[in-house]
């Protein structure tokens, strides 16, 4: 055993310094997650003490440890010390460091040196004034806390053993440490370990995949840069249906829009638009509740727009693509939108500029729902070879928008969906004449962007129902698989 010399004190003091009490305490505590569920298991520990335990089941824990009396030698790897006139004189391994702080009784550091090897640090130059002194020396990891009495020639005396052991117990402090499966690692401060905790962890997010574009099923929420923006929408009104004056780089067109009436600046919605179709109006899509999917959606997680088309016979032409990216950008920048949950639907005519928006569009739309489409159109853009989510409706009897139409609209997706196309050789199921209608989910598609087919019977409407039924199935079935995402 090494011993710890102090040269020019009193046999009774150096017994005080050489030999000291490891504090008595007791910390208890809970652990629980965000919901306030106990968290089972969950590793606990004392980081400088080394001392360990686990949560039970209703997530508590308890580390102890009783008063011991125990060499400062057995705990740190000291050679000399010695005080005298002033003067701290250290001999000790040349790898181990001494680190010596002096504070008066206030709290002011006065010294904080770390020493190495051997050497004398002139205790007069740091405490000139006549009082009551804190010494705190840390060899290695190991401290040693002491008071001191400095008079005018410098002889030092100790207080009583008491005081030391207090001073001790006042400045000790450790690191807690949570870890538990599934859970971010909670790192605590203790500066009393008599104490009692009430821990919360927060469950570990994974990191999200990262892909050249578009984005995993059931991503976290993409946040725009007008999320916690105050803006205000210069309504005008139809009756009670609200609609603003879109200025574009084209000109002004009528914009139908919906916002939640608890609209949150803070909180990502859906952006949902409603194409109209030829002789219809944006009117007509936000009377028909954006085809039925505004009055689905009653916790209002959607912001349902209607943008007016060019004229009721034609109503989207090239122009009109250059007009979804203006109007997308002025949402996204004045409202707060997950831009990764932004989808398209339509009928007939609006099907078709739905579905041309899909064939190049797929970098900022998730996914689109078209009924009664076809691959055809006034203008279409060159198709990009990226896959995106669609869902369509097909009445087999339809004499405008031909069933050949749709499959072919389908077909394009499939291609660009699936590896190599394959997923154009998986024949879907379609439903027999004049019975309930059949939505079909292609397997050999690529996971992130599922195709879904839903035929029955009937003529060019987007409303079909089943037998007997006297609301459509539609809005329901598009909800659904835009719930997939």
């Known amino acids: 055993?090494?011993?710890?010399?102090?040269?020019?004190?009193?046999?009774?003091?150096?017994?005080?310094?050489?030999?000291?009490?490891a504090n008595a305490f007791t910390l208890?505590?809970?652990?629980?997650?965000?919901?306030?569920?106990?968290?089972?298991?969950?590793?606990?520990?004392?980081?400088?003490?080394?001392?360990?335990?686990?949560?039970?089941?209703?997530?508590?824990?308890?580390?102890?440890?009783?008063?011991?009396?125990?060499?400062?030698?057995?705990?740190?790897?000291?050679?000399?010390?010695?005080?005298?006139?002033?003067?701290?004189?250290?001999?000790?391994?040349?790898?181990?460091?001494?680190?010596?702080?002096?504070?008066?009784?206030?709290?002011?550091?006065?010294?904080?040196?770390?020493?190495?090897?051997?050497?004398?640090?002139?205790?007069?130059?740091?405490?000139?004034?006549?009082?009551?002194?804190?010494?705190?020396?840390?060899?290695?990891?190991a401290p040693q806390n002491f008071k001191f009495t400095a008079d005018g020639s410098f002889n030092t005396t100790f207080g009583e053993q008491s005081s030391a052991k207090a001073l001790l117990k006042a400045g000790e402090s450790d690191n807690?440490?949570?870890?538990?499966?599934?859970?971010?690692?909670?790192?605590?401060?203790?500066d009393n370990l008599d104490t009692n905790l009430a821990l919360t962890l927060k469950k570990t997010v994974p990191p999200q995949p990262q892909y050249e574009y578009g984005w995993g099923l059931k991503n976290n929420p993409m946040p725009t840069r007008g999320c916690g923006k105050d803006t205000k929408l210069d309504y005008k009104y139809r009756g009670s249906k609200p609609y603003i004056d879109f200025r574009w780089s084209k000109g002004v067109r009528t914009v139908r829009i919906d916002m939640p009436k608890n609209y949150d600046k803070n909180k990502p919605y859906k952006l949902i638009f409603g194409m109209q179709?030829?002789?219809?109006?944006?009117?007509?899509?936000?009377?028909?509740?954006?085809?039925?999917?505004?009055?689905?959606?009653?916790?209002?997680?959607?912001?349902?727009?209607?943008?007016?088309?060019?004229?009721?016979q034609l109503p989207w032409g090239q122009d009109d693509y250059l007009l979804f990216d203006e109007l997308l950008a002025y949402l996204e920048g004045n409202f707060c939108i997950d831009s990764s949950r932004v989808f398209s639907i339509g009928f007939s005519y609006g099907a078709?500029?739905?579905?041309?928006?899909?064939?190049?569009?797929?970098?900022?739309?998730?996914?689109?729902?078209?009924y009664e489409t076809a691959e055809r159109n006034i203008w279409l853009p060159q198709r990009k070879k990226m896959g995106i989510g669609w869902?369509?409706?097909?009445?087999?009897?339809?004499?405008?928008?031909?069933?050949?139409?749709?499959?072919?609209?389908?077909?394009?997706?499939?291609?660009?969906?699936?590896?190599?196309g394959k997923a154009k050789n998986e024949r879907a199921e379609e439903a027999q004449r004049n019975a309930p209608h059949k939505c079909y989910d292609y397997a050999t598609v690529e996971e992130r962007f599922p195709v879904r087919w839903c035929t029955q019977s009937g003529g060019h409407i987007w409303d079909h129902k089943d037998p007997g039924q006297q609301h459509s199935w539609v809005p329901q079935a598009t909800w659904d698989f835009f719930n997939k995402f």
């Open 1 to 21: 055993m090494k011993k710890v010399l102090w040269s020019g004190l009193p046999f009774s003091v150096i017994l005080m310094i050489s030999v000291m009490a």
């Open 28 to 141: 208890t505590g809970t652990v629980n997650d965000n919901s306030g569920k106990a968290v089972q298991g969950a590793d606990i520990s004392l980081i400088q003490k080394g001392l360990k335990t686990k949560t039970d089941a209703s997530g508590a824990f308890t580390i102890h440890q009783d008063e011991e009396m125990q060499a400062i030698a057995n705990r740190i790897d000291v050679g000399y010390l010695s005080v005298n006139n002033g003067i701290l004189s250290f001999s000790q391994g040349a790898n181990t460091p001494v680190q010596v702080q002096i504070f008066d009784m206030v709290g002011n550091r006065l010294l904080n040196e770390k020493l190495f090897g051997s050497g004398t640090i002139d205790m007069k130059a740091t405490v000139k004034v006549k009082g009551v002194y804190v010494a705190r020396v840390h060899v290695g990891s």
């Open 176 to 190: 807690l440490r949570v870890v538990a499966d599934g859970f971010d690692t909670l790192n605590v401060k203790l």
């Open 277 to 312: 179709c030829m002789g219809g109006s944006a009117s007509a899509v936000q009377d028909e509740g954006y085809h039925g999917l505004k009055w689905i959606d009653k916790n209002e997680t959607a912001i349902f727009v209607a943008p007016e088309g060019n004229g009721n």
């Open 352 to 370: 078709m500029f739905s579905n041309g928006l899909s064939w190049n569009h797929q970098d900022v739309l998730r996914a689109v729902a078209v």
């Open 391 to 420: 869902m369509g409706v097909l009445g087999l009897d339809d004499g405008m928008c031909t069933p050949e139409m749709g499959r072919n609209a389908r077909d394009i997706i499939l291609t660009l969906n699936s590896e190599g």
